[in-house]
């Protein structure tokens, strides 16, 4: 679910650069600590109501009998329908929020050259205030990793998806797999209408789509991300498990003083590098003594990249 991308870039801070050179793993946040407010829950309160309304104007049609909080009078016409559809939508939102917890580990693309070459604004505003980094990895080398990651543990999904920022927007999506998980959320959804039952299986598009949804505000990062979901902890992981694998560890690092949890990518893979290309210094008024020291960095731990500053004119400090 993702377009051929020949680099990723993932921007940073030097305690961040620093940790993913000499640990040689990727942190990836829980869902709910990210930037977006809305990560997972914007699927189910601005983009899911849209999808399935269709869905359930069919089935009110088809409905003999007026609903009984309509035939009571407590509610009619179009109060009674976006009350039922509320309903359901919340409904498939709480089994969502309390079957998975979703962990994210996010990456932006271009095809401008000079962003590729110096980084994008927005992000330098983000990490630049004291000077951020983007550190540009090899899309291929990544997947190549993931995959070898999938066959360690036992884990609920593992994926590299494109962010998707007009899901509601059916004419816009260009993603023909996007378009197909949409399709079957929709009947899935029409099929519980109905019979007011749900296999787990087919709850499997509405969780995914939650994942790579995201709010139009954020499009210009054209954000690639990778998604791995663990049984939540209220849930807990199934009763048996088949495979043998074990369970992912999950960590945290401290934020403003709120410890988020993380999962810590290929740290069981016992790399000796990971597939970096090229590490952009950004903004900064010693951005040239920067320059040396991340190139002084990469070479003690045997990573053969090169390393450019940024020529954005942000003051940051």
């Not at 929020?97 to 962990?103: K, N, P, S, T």
């Not at 004419?171 to 749900?198: C, G, H, P």
């Amino acid at each position: 679910m993702h377009e051929e991308h020949e680099e990723v870039i993932h921007y940073t801070s030097a305690p961040g650069l620093r940790g993913i050179v000499t640990g040689k793993t990727i942190w990836a946040s829980h869902a709910f600590f990210l930037n977006d407010t809305e990560e997972v829950v914007g699927f189910f309160d601005r983009v899911l109501p849209i999808l399935l309304k269709p869905e359930f104007e069919r089935y009110w049609k088809e409905v003999e009998d007026l609903p009984s909080l309509a035939q009571a009078g407590v509610l009619s016409g179009e109060e009674a329908f976006n009350h039922y559809l509320k309903r359901i939508v919340d409904a498939f939102k709480e089994a969502e929020l309390r079957a998975q917890d979703h962990y994210v580990a996010s990456f932006c693309t271009t095809n401008d050259p000079w962003i590729s070459e110096h980084g994008l604004l927005s992000q330098w505003r983000g990490y630049g205030l004291d000077g951020g980094y983007a550190i540009v990895f090899d899309s291929v080398g990544l997947e190549s990793l993931l995959a070898e990651e999938h066959k360690l543990y036992d884990e609920e999904r593992l994926m590299w998806a494109d962010a998707q920022y007009r899901m509601s927007e059916l004419s816009d999506v260009r993603d023909e797999q996007v378009l197909e998980y949409i399709q079957k959320a929709k009947d899935s959804a029409y099929r519980y209408f109905k019979t007011m039952n749900i296999e787990e299986k087919e709850f499997e598009s509405f969780s995914l789509l939650s994942t790579i949804c995201k709010h139009r505000g954020f499009e210009e990062e054209n954000e690639v991300r990778i998604v791995v979901s663990e049984p939540s902890v209220e849930a807990g992981p199934a009763p048996s498990n088949e495979s043998g694998r074990p369970y992912r560890k999950a960590h945290s690092f401290l934020r403003d003083g709120v410890p988020v949890p993380c999962i810590h990518l290929f740290e069981d893979q016992k790399l000796e590098t990971l597939p970096i290309r090229r590490i952009i210094v950004g903004p900064h008024p010693e951005k040239l003594q920067r320059k040396r020291a991340v190139e002084i960095l990469l070479h003690n731990h045997g990573i053969k990249a090169t390393v450019s500053v940024s020529d954005t004119p942000f003051r940051g400090r």
